[in-house]
């Protein structure tokens, strides 16, 4: 059984990237294109590399096709830029075209009511008992 070090190889990226990534929504395939372009850049010390479709197939599994039709929808929504042969993620995932995910409202006071008693519980149960007319 392999046991993964980072004396092995790692791929360092901002915590702040990574959660935008994670929260915005992306089909399967953009979501691997994006985390191969990262393993590609970041996990060898670059900012951009040139990837051809032949090695995001290889690594992938994605059919060239597809990898083709992914990388322009990745680029149409700003997540992926490329410069010449180049291609990188876009830092600035403001500018991502993208839908969010709906953070929930964290509670930040509590109500002065806060110490309550709770209603009576209602017995969930069936029985002839609890049943009323």
């Known amino acids: 059984m392999d046991t993964p070090q980072l004396e092995n ?10 959660e935008a990534f994670y929260r915005c929504k992306l089909v399967e395939y953009e979501r691997v294109i994006v985390m191969h372009i990262w393993r590609q850049t970041y996990g060898w010390g ?23 039709r992914t990388l322009k929808s990745l680029k149409d929504k700003k997540i992926v830029t490329s410069s010449g042969n180049k291609i990188s993620v876009n830092k600035n995932y403001k500018e991502w075209k993208v839908e969010w995910r709906v953070l929930p409202h964290q509670v930040t006071t509590v109500t002065s009511s806060g110490n309550k008693k709770l209603p009576h519980q209602v017995p969930t149960k069936y029985n002839k008992d609890n049943i009323q007319n």
């Open 46 to 68: 670059k900012k951009s590399d040139w990837i051809s479709n032949t090695q995001f197939w290889y690594t992938t599994g994605i059919p060239k096709p597809h990898v083709t």
């Open 9 to 18: 190889g790692y791929m360092p990226i901002a915590n702040e990237l990574f």
